[in-house]
């Protein structure tokens, strides 16, 4: 069974700073959909970014970029500039290509403090 | 990105009451939709899982009788709550995936708060 491990409950970042997040997964799969979710205090979820396993070039979306790593099965989430708006919980999570159930890892809580 | 609605947005109902939960695709065919519970502060619980014009199959620990979930055709899956007691207050989130989009990335209702009283 896959499982996505984010192992930083909380985080705080000062407004325009860099912040990375962690997320570990398992799964036995060659192929698969990694993502990260954002859920601000409306708690709608937002999709971030999302990652293709087979391609190897990282995704970037504006201020967002990820550092996959596949042998590690790491799956990290850079936040460049952070802005207030970026106060929220973030889930990192995984959808394998035969299935459609989307797992997720227990959220880290980023705090960006002016 | 395609547009799933969740209704409603938060609902109150007394103890021993039915409660139900409609999640829509608004611009795209779902295939498959689920349905999640949140606890306060905690991460995204599947708890069924439905295809259109089939029985949702529901995760371990999941009371199907209790949690009752139609799909009935590609737009909408209902989630109903049914003799609701004050443990059952959470937040309950769907998502869907399908055609005319992609059948991995998962859209997201906005959400019901539930609180029995």
């Known amino acids: 069974a896959q499982t996505v491990t984010q192992s930083q409950p909380e985080m705080s970042v000062q407004e325009a700073e860099t912040v990375t997040l962690s997320c570990t997964y398992d799964t036995s799969e060659s192929n698969y959909y990694l993502f990260w979710y954002k859920q601000p205090p409306s708690r709608q979820m937002i999709l971030v970014i999302r990652q293709e396993a087979y391609k190897q070039q990282n995704a970037t979306e504006n201020r967002f970029s990820v550092n996959f790593q596949k042998a590690a099965k790491s799956f990290s989430l850079k936040i460049s500039d952070s802005q207030l708006g970026d106060t929220a919980m973030y889930f990192c999570a995984f959808v394998s290509t035969g299935g459609f159930k989307t797992i997720f890892g227990a959220g880290t809580r980023l705090f960006v403090k002016a | 990105g395609a547009v799933v609605s969740q209704h409603p947005s938060w609902v109150i109902c007394k103890s021993g009451t039915s409660v139900k939960i409609e999640c829509r695709s608004l611009d795209f065919q779902a295939t498959t939709m689920f349905w999640y519970r949140q606890f306060p502060k905690q991460s995204l619980m599947l708890m069924a899982t439905s295809n259109e014009g089939s029985k949702a199959t529901y995760e371990q620990g999941v009371e199907k009788d209790k949690f009752l979930i139609n799909h009935a055709s590609l737009t909408l899956s209902t989630l109903t709550v049914t003799s609701a007691h004050p443990e059952d207050s959470s937040f309950y989130i769907c998502?869907?995936?399908?055609?005319?989009?992609?059948?991995?990335?998962?859209?997201f209702g906005q959400g019901t708060r539930l609180t029995v009283v």
């Open positions: 998502s869907a995936t399908g055609t005319g989009g992609s059948n991995t990335e998962a859209f």
